[in-house]
């Protein structure tokens, strides 16, 4: 792959999978970020659970997919935000107002649009999903 961002290729397989209907993916990247990302989405009930597997070749994500994400993917470049622009960056990612989530990398380490929001800190745009 030309794509050396691992949290794009794995969000873009788990899209993949989720529209061709599959109930589980294999993720072939692991990395610290992946990880947390799909511990998020897990948390929000887009995606099933997630397990390591360890192989010869390396470590795999298996993921369990539910059939609950319409679209997701990553924010290049990983734009500065601050408190008070939250509602710029959801118009332009999210289809409406209370639906779909921004993960953010913090200080406090990744949580979504709304934590963020409520511990009024702010930090890099990552990723989004819907």
């Not at 899209?15 to 990247?29: A, T, Y």
């Not at 993921?63 to 679209?71: F, P, R, S, T």
């Not at 734009?79 to 953010?104: H, Q, S, W």
């Amino acid at each position: 792959m030309t794509n050396n961002d691992t949290l794009a290729n794995a969000l873009s397989i788990i899209l993949n999978s989720e529209r061709v209907g599959k109930k589980q993916c294999v993720i072939e990247q692991s990395s610290k970020m992946i990880k947390k990302v799909l511990q998020l989405l897990h948390d929000l009930d887009y995606i099933g659970e997630f397990k390591e597997d360890q192989t010869s070749k390396g470590i795999y994500l298996n993921v369990e997919l539910l059939g609950n994400i319409n679209k997701c993917g990553v924010i290049k470049p990983r734009t500065p935000i601050n408190n008070k622009e939250y509602d710029k960056f959801e118009k332009r990612y999210l289809p409406a107002r209370n639906m779909g989530v921004l993960i953010i990398s913090t200080p406090e380490g990744m949580i979504t649009n709304q934590e963020a929001r409520a511990k009024k800190t702010g930090g890099r745009l990552i990723a989004y999903c819907y």
